[in-house]
């Protein structure tokens, strides 16, 4: 394994609060229940266009009227609520010890994931972030994965996606590249069995364990 590639929301960094806050903050704003949440955080994972689609395409809402009201909670004012899943970041610079090359793919735009790796203090790490404003098919496409692997000059089967949703361990399987599952972040384990990771870990102690095991091979 000489490259790892990583998922953000919910694989490295618990944004979960914040991501719930933008929610709710716009269904309170179009009169909507808040169970309709639930269904919403299914879509995360998928760029945000999509999953405002799959949730209120159905009750005849449409993305032009939904995505300025979600934008309009002021995410850059609440960012102090992400953290770093615990360990993640020890991983981060273990790997980077070894030698082992790292990128992130994530559905999230370029400007605030950017900002928000540096605030974790994180940049150092990554030779690579592709998001949706890099390609034409963003996730479950493996569109970004292939992007990466074209920049850094890495075969498929030197790489490894690590990700939280069934749509990172998709991505990774169209790429031809081996996946890890992480169990703390937005779905469970048996949504991330369906998609077939080569390895799930239910937490950081876990994965450090498959990826060195990897690193080594």
């Given amino acids: 394994m000489k490259l790892v590639i990583w998922d953000f929301d919910g694989t490295l960094a618990d944004t979960r609060p914040i991501i719930e806050a933008g929610m709710d903050h716009a269904l309170r704003l179009m009169g909507l229940p808040g169970t309709v949440r639930e269904e919403w955080l299914k879509c995360v994972g998928l760029p945000l266009e999509e999953g ?51 990128a992130i793919a994530s559905s999230k735009r370029t400007l605030p994931l950017v900002r928000q790796v540096a605030a974790l203090g994180w940049t150092r790490f990554f030779e690579a972030v592709v998001t949706p404003d890099d390609v034409a098919r963003a996730k479950p496409d493996p569109e970004s994965i292939l992007l990466i692997l074209d920049r850094l000059g890495v075969p498929p089967g030197d790489a490894v996606m690590v990700g939280d949703t069934p749509f990172d361990l998709d991505m990774a399987t169209g790429a031809g590249v081996r ?39």
Avoid at 193 to 212: C, E, H, K, N, V
Wanted: hydrophobic share 40%; no cysteine.
């Fill in 52 to 102: 405002i689609t799959r949730t209120f395409g159905p009750m005849g809402r449409s993305v032009e009227e939904v995505l300025p009201i979600y934008r309009s909670y002021d995410y850059t004012a609440n960012e102090h609520l992400i953290r770093g899943f615990e360990g993640m970041g020890a991983i981060l610079e273990e790997l980077h010890g070894r030698g082992v090359r790292q």
């Fill in 179 to 217: 996946s890890v599952a992480v169990g703390h972040g937005f779905y469970g384990e048996a949504d991330l069995a369906a998609s077939g990771p080569m390895a799930y870990a239910s937490d950081a102690a876990a994965l450090r364990d498959i990826l060195l095991a990897w690193s080594e091979a």
